[in-house]
């Protein structure tokens, strides 16, 4: 490989969540796409993710966010099962609803404020949700601890199994002629004669368009083709039980039950830099919080924990740029890769293929944070 | 499949393998006692239903994973007898109930 | 909860794991007046090769042999110190900066140590083969523990496969036992001593050989050895019924078995090193990822030094050298003798160790494991606790899969409850095959705390600072 020079319609620096929906929606739309990826160890979020298709609380500061997450979210079950029927990977998709709960009363009471103030939002998108009393929240889990008080449920909210859906766009944009690049970082990339050049490990590569989807690595690959992205790493702690028989039916924010049985605790929002290793106190306060909302978690045994880095905004949202001095270079990152995959490939690919983002993502960009695009 | 040597003490400890009444050397691991009891199999497995039993006998495999007083998942290999013990075999992913 | 035991706050030296590396380390650092704490999972101490020595229910001591019942020299040496041993305190977690985790009655607890010394041992290696997963197969090793630990054997007629000295000892062990041997299947490759042969000579000289061929004069005796064994099968329905195999690529025999005890060799037990952060370097000739330490063990973590098989197989005896290298270099970092004494004491530990591995040089290269069990068949079981074949791990890597760690991903492998300890090698050997690179270059899992499963509760009821418990509660 070394030194060969491809041409390609798209090439996606990126081969996470975000990269792989996005390529595989362009796949999907015909187009010629390589998708270059890093090795084996590489900061990654994708494999640090909860797991959650959630709407709930979310688009506070930010209504049109609300609408674009419940959109990928109600577009998950056909994603899910497209991708099922070409790859055979389930991807354990389900939408039951999902739970926030309350261990007092101050908690309940701050949380009714929030999604207040989020539904009364000018331009916010009408979907349903309720504050559930204890007796309402202990039909759905009946296991719930004493602490709980209550909880906002909201019937949009779901989980899949993030990593067999990693697995399936793997294999979905395989199947449709994707070009996987591993172990090909990049390191510069140049706007000469309408065409991306993009060089790094194993050679050059040209491409007509470029989607740069590499989590934390955008901010340093934007500003290259004249986009920004500030973006910082946020660390994530997550824990993980054995397998147990399905006992949970509803995803809590922060405790889920695999398909698998295991039992996922989370979460954690810290400001670490780049360091992804564990740390005692915030597991334990996760599995501390973990066994208060449902006490028969105690029993189980941890048998992994996880940090991973979240690509995080200074508020939160994505960016969804198209470049202006480097015309068909697009920058697409979030730290929702899971609840976005639908969108990100029947809404953003199609895009990408046509050579504009849409008005409906115009308040996504970067240019939000008062950073110019450079030349 | 497997029997106990004739100097080695002899077998004071009453335990319950599925409830029924069974008999262990003081110091056995619960492994060794299960083994020694003709147990072949304690378990079938979370992913495919598959019979497991102990492989390793030092703690390292996870294979010999049985429910020791109501407690499930646990590593017989690790624990010792102790009297009365109701030991029982299981049967795919752990069951946890209120 | 086990608020009785005493667990200080700090210590100046916590070693892990009371196998000879860690016995020999702890009793020499607490005899130079260094403060120590041993950790040790099991009740009692030992490691595994000295497993059940001080509670064995087999009273003629020639059935497990004089090399056995040599470690008693070093539990009582122990015992004559004033090291705290916690025996049934399972280690899992240390952090770079040495706090602690240890399991202890049922409680999670936390301490510290000025410096760490991992002496946590070897496990064996896997040794896939369709079928190993059938209740019927174990390891040679476990069917010793059950003999030393509990005193049974098997009361069936036994099939030995594989490679290495403890297969021998097994067998040997057994038939002073009065079990029956069914056939010894040796799947040592047939170029063996040819490669093997320029490191004979030492060999010839070393304690080893002459063990070993006594060994071999006891079994060969009486029991069916069948040399050159190319492949190898577990057969049955829900338990194992007859092993099937190849002798020199020839055609398939069988014969009806209902134990059979597998070993090709032990590798270093590495998940707490790895988990801690240590470097870990895959070993061409012993065929295994080794932690990069120095001379004296020291990692490039500062305060952790990992000896003995955990370092790297160099057998018990020379654990026990290596455990003392250790403990003259925690000495000296911890300032209680110079580096002057410290290499000077050092030497007649580094002879003891030169002269204990006399010999290994030739057994790494003779009893070097055959790819073809190490890199499975297609239908093996590579993961037995996530049930992941080596077909399945091959198709990832042609799907872009390129190291062990997007394996994880991709297919669960790694994420059991033995976190890689039974599948880990062969994961990395198969992707390095593969991809058709050495594994130096694929690497390993990467491991986080806990390493060996802790509950809950015991999780959730650790110290918190106020800054963990924001970051939580914020959300």
Sequence with gaps: MAGARVDFDVAIVGGGLVGTSVAWGLARAGRKVAVLDEGDIAYRASRGNFALVWVQSKGQGMPEYAAWTKRSSDAWQGFAAELQESTKVDVAFERPGGLVLALSDDELGARVDALKRLHNQPNMVRYPYEILGRGAVEKLVPEIGPEVVGASYCPLDGQCNSLRLLRALHTGMRQLGVQYLPNRGVDAIEFRGSEFHLRGRGGELRAEKIVLAAGIGNARLGPMVGLAAPVRPQRGQIVVTERVQKFLCYPILTIRQTDEGSVLMGDSAEEAGFDDSVGLGVVSTIASRAVRMVPLLARLNVVRTWAALRVMTADGFPIYDHSQSCPGAFLVTCHSGVTLAANHALAIAPMVAAGRLAAETHVFSAGRFGVPQTA | MFRRLPDAAPCAIGFFIDGKPASARAGDTVAAALLAAGITACRTSAVSAAPRAPYCTMGVCFECLVTIDGVGNRQACMLRVADGMRVETQRGRRVVSS | ?475
């Design chain 3, 1 to 475: 909860m086990s608020g009785a035991i005493p667990l200080k706050e700090l210590y100046d030296l916590a070693v892990i794991g009371a196998g000879p590396a860690g016995l020999a380390a702890a009793t020499l650092a607490a005899e130079l007046g260094i403060d120590t704490v041993l950790f040790d999972e099991q009740p009692e101490p030992g490691g595994q090769i000295y497993r059940a020595i001080t509670t064995t229910p087999l009273t003629d001591r020639a059935m497990l042999g004089a090399d056995y019942w040599y470690g008693t020299h070093l539990v009582d040496a122990l015992r004559r110190t004033s090291v705290q041993y916690l025996a049934g305190a399972t280690v899992w977690s240390i952090s770079r900066d040495l706090e602690i985790g240890i399991s202890l009655g049922g409680a999670a607890r936390l301490t510290r140590a000025r410096r760490v010394i991992l002496a946590t041992g070897a496990l064996e290696r896997p040794f896939p083969i369709e079928g190993w997963t059938l209740p019927g197969v174990m390891t040679a090793g476990a069917a010793q523990t059950l003999l030393k630990a509990s005193g049974i054997v098997a009361e069936v007629p036994v099939v030995l496969a594989g490679s290495g000295p403890l297969l021998w000892l097994v067998a040997a062990q057994y038939l002073r036992a009065g079990a029956a041997i069914a056939a010894i299947l040796d799947t040592t490759p047939a170029h063996a001593l040819t490669s093997a042969l320029p490191r004979l000579p030492p060999f010839l000289l070393s304690r080893y050989f002459g063990k070993g061929m006594s060994l071999l004069r006891e079994v060969r005796g009486g029991v069916k050895v069948a040399r050159g064994v190319t492949a190898l099968r577990a057969d049955g329905g829900d338990t194992l019924s007859a092993v099937t195999y190849r002798v020199s690529g020839g055609p398939e025999l069988s014969m009806p078995a209902k134990l059979l005890l597998l070993h090709q060799g032990v590798v270093p037990n590495v998940n707490l090193a790895n988990a801690i952060g240590c470097e870990h370097r895959w070993d061409e000739r012993q065929l295994c990822f080794r932690p990069v330490v120095d001379a004296w063990g020291q990692s490039q973590v500062e305060g952790v030094a990992i000896t003995g098989d955990g370092a790297g197989i160099s057998g018990a005896l020379g654990a026990e050298h290596q455990g003392r290298l250790a403990a003259l270099d925690a000495a000296l970092h911890l300032g209680r003798i110079d580096r002057e004494r410290r290499d000077r004491d050092g030497t007649r530990h580094r002879h003891a160790l030169g002269r204990a591995e006399r010999g290994r040089a030739f057994l790494d290269r003779y009893f070097q494991p055959a790819k073809a069990f190490r890199v499975p068949s297609a239908q093996t079981i590579v993961c037995r606790c996530e049930e992941v074949t080596a077909q399945q791990i091959r198709d990832a890597v042609a799907l872009g899969c390129m190291g062990p760690n997007q394996m994880k991903s991709f297919l669960r492998c790694g994420m059991g409850p033995c976190q890689g300890r039974l599948c880990g090698l062969t994961v990395s050997e198969l992707i390095a095959d593969a991809r058709g690179v050495s594994p130096a270059e694929i690497g390993y899992y990467r491991l986080r705390p806990p390493v060996k499963p802790i509950t809950l509760a015991e999780l959730a009821a650790l110290p918190k600072s106020e800054a963990a418990i924001q970051t939580v509660a914020r959300r």
